[in-house]
Structure formats: structure tokens, C-alpha cells
């Protein structure tokens, strides 16, 4: 058995996506047989971004700074703006380096079984900074689920009174999957593949 400490450390790794009880005791062990290599600069990382988490005021993302990186990125296409749902779809885009614009994070979708509205949503933001101007495409990186479609529909309506083109990504997407899980190269096909909303 052992001790609270660590099976509180255990309880506490199981509780992150991907790790259940048995992954997270695994997971525990390592960094105990490790403590100078894995433990010690683990707890650093974990420290140093604890102290700095911010959300970006401007687009949602998560970062160590407000605004993010991606939004302080002066390199960064102005013009172009990629609304997702959540942060987790923002850095599976970003990661394949295919879209040169920015982002806007929902932190969400509608779903009327969940309860979610669309005031529970970023949409105000996103509506303020395409009427501020200078944006010419909007993506809706929505996930292809119903809600995620319901969510982009919405949104498609909401925008059509702005001079934006409004495009999605294409629908070789596996129905019912999540941005986050998709590899780069399905990735990259869907937005390669994007298409004007109807």
C-alpha cells in the first residue's frame, strides 16, 4: 500500500483524460523511480504554468499571456479568422501550420439536451471583432457532430449581415469526430478542402 501522499497523487493523475487508475499508478511509479529526471522538472512546468495561465481576453486561447502568442504573432494573416469550439481544436489547427490566420474559441456548442445556449458562448465576441472590421474570411471549424453543425448554422445565420465570406471545413471529416483526435493529415485535407456555407 501506499502512502496518501502519493495515492492522492495516483487519484489525482486518473482524474486527466486519457489515464484511468491502473495508467495513473504506472504514471506515479515512473516519476518516484525518476524523481531527478521526470519528478523535479514536472513539478517545475507545473508550477511555472500555474503561476502564468491566463486566457486570452481577445480570442480565448489559453497561454501563459493575455493575449496569447497566436494573437501577439504579428506574422499572423489579420484577414483570416477560424472559429472552434474549444481550445483542445485551436491547438490540433494550429499544429498542422496550414492555416496562417487567426482564431476565435467558442468554449463550446450549442446543445439543447446539454442546456448550452448561445449565450453561453463566446458568439458576442466573435460578432464584436468581425463588426470591428478588417476580416475578410471567417472558417467554422465546428466538430462534425450535430451540435457542432447546429453550432456553425447558427453562427452562418448570426454573420450573414457582415461583408465576410463565410466558409467551413469540408465534410471528409468522419461524422461524429472531434478535431482534437484527427491526425494532421486529415487535418489539412479538410482545410485545404474548405467551402463557402449555404
Given amino acids: 500500500m501506499a502512502s496518501q501522499e502519493i495515492e492522492a ?54 497561454d501563459t499571456a493575455d493575449p496569447c502568442s497566436i494573437c501577439r504573432d504579428a506574422r499572423r494573416d489579420q484577414r483570416s479568422l477560424c472559429v472552434v469550439e474549444e481550445v483542445a481544436d485551436l491547438w490540433a489547427l494550429d499544429r498542422s501550420r496550414l492555416f496562417p490566420g487567426r482564431y476565435h474559441v467558442l468554449g463550446g456548442r450549442l446543445s439543447a439536451l446539454e442546456g448550452v445556449r448561445p449565450d453561453d458562448l463566446n458568439i458576442d465576441g466573435l460578432l464584436r471583432r468581425v463588426a470591428a472590421g478588417g476580416i475578410d474570411e471567417v472558417v467554422l471549424a465546428m466538430n462534425a457532430t450535430l451540435e457542432g453543425q447546429t453550432t456553425a448554422h447558427y453562427l452562418a445565420e448570426r454573420l450573414e449581415k457582415h461583408p465576410v465570406r463565410l466558409t467551413q471545413l469540408a465534410h471528409g471529416l468522419p461524422v461524429g469526430g472531434e478535431l482534437d483526435y484527427l491526425d494532421e493529415g486529415t487535418l489539412a485535407q479538410a482545410l485545404r478542402a474548405r467551402r463557402p456555407v449555404a
Fill in 9 to 62: 497523487l495516483a487519484g489525482a493523475l486518473a482524474r486527466l483524460p486519457g489515464l484511468g487508475p491502473r495508467s495513473a499508478r504506472r504514471a506515479v511509479l515512473h516519476l518516484m523511480k525518476r524523481r531527478e529526471n521526470a519528478l523535479q522538472p514536472l513539478l517545475a512546468a507545473l508550477q511555472n504554468v500555474a503561476d502564468k495561465l491566463a486566457n486570452c481576453s481577445n480570442c480565448g486561447n489559453v
